[in-house]
């Protein structure tokens, strides 16, 4: 079965400080990958979506960026982080029908 | 772009009443609905979805409804237990960018004994 991780679970950063957020999934190949970013009571929003390696689209203008150096492996970064960019990250993939049918345990991110 | 709204925000029921929550979403190009239950800190599920060339899904006590012509869908759910308590949310695609799931606001369920 597919078993999708990410890590870390939490994580504290200072405003302006680097970020790096790992997302690796197991039982399945060539999935398609997506980063989900969920504010504080609300829903979910497309960050980034990758149809295999090194293929990245993007879905909103911000000072993150994803990246995908292997095929069972998704990555999201930022070089400064914003206060605004607090919040609960989502991995998610999905099979050839390209729907996010499942979603990580999510990395809890609080910029200070 | 798709603009889903959902509705209510929050939804207090009795234990073994029904429970609905509905949606609407503006892109008539628009063909995939799925809903997600997320449980306090934890990670959403899909719990049930529906295709738009089909008005009605069910499975077991949950089900949807979907009215193409309004374009609106909903979530029903029978006889609720206490651990239907979570935040539900509706999204809504396309065929040819399935995986743009464009969300609802969600909407906290809970059921109370």
């Known amino acids: 079965s597919q078993t999708i991780h990410q890590w870390p679970a939490t994580l504290v950063q200072p405003v302006g400080s680097p970020l790096s957020l790992e997302c690796t999934v197991e039982g399945t190949s060539n999935p398609n990958l997506y980063w989900y970013r969920q504010a504080a009571g609300r829903g979910l929003q497309l960050l980034f979506y990758s149809v295999g390696i090194g293929q990245i689209s993007s879905e909103v203008p911000q000072n993150l960026s994803a990246s995908r150096p292997q095929d069972r492996q998704f990555i999201l970064s930022s070089k400064k982080l914003l206060l605004s960019d607090s919040g609960f990250y989502l991995c998610a993939w999905s099979g050839t029908s390209g729907v996010p049918r499942y979603f990580g345990p999510g990395t809890r991110l609080t910029v200070l | ?113």
């Not at chain 2, 990670?43 to 529906?50: G, K, T």
């Not at chain 2, 935040?87 to 960018?97: G, K, L, N, T």
Request: include cysteine.
């Open chain 2, 1 to 113: 772009g798709e603009n889903v709204e959902q509705h209510p925000s929050t939804l207090s029921v009795q234990e073994g009443d029904s429970a609905v929550i509905k949606c609407t979403y503006s892109d008539s190009a628009s063909n995939y609905f799925p809903w997600y239950k997320q449980e306090l800190g934890k990670r959403p599920q899909l719990i049930i979805d529906i295709r738009s060339n089909v008005g009605e899904k069910k499975d077991q006590r949950i089900a949807v409804t979907l009215n193409k012509t309004a374009k609106h869908f909903s979530l029903h759910i029978t006889e609720t237990q206490p651990e239907d308590s979570a935040v539900y949310f509706c999204a809504a695609s396309r065929a040819d960018s399935w995986g743009k799931l464009q969300f609802g606001a969600g909407t906290q369920v809970v059921v109370t004994p």
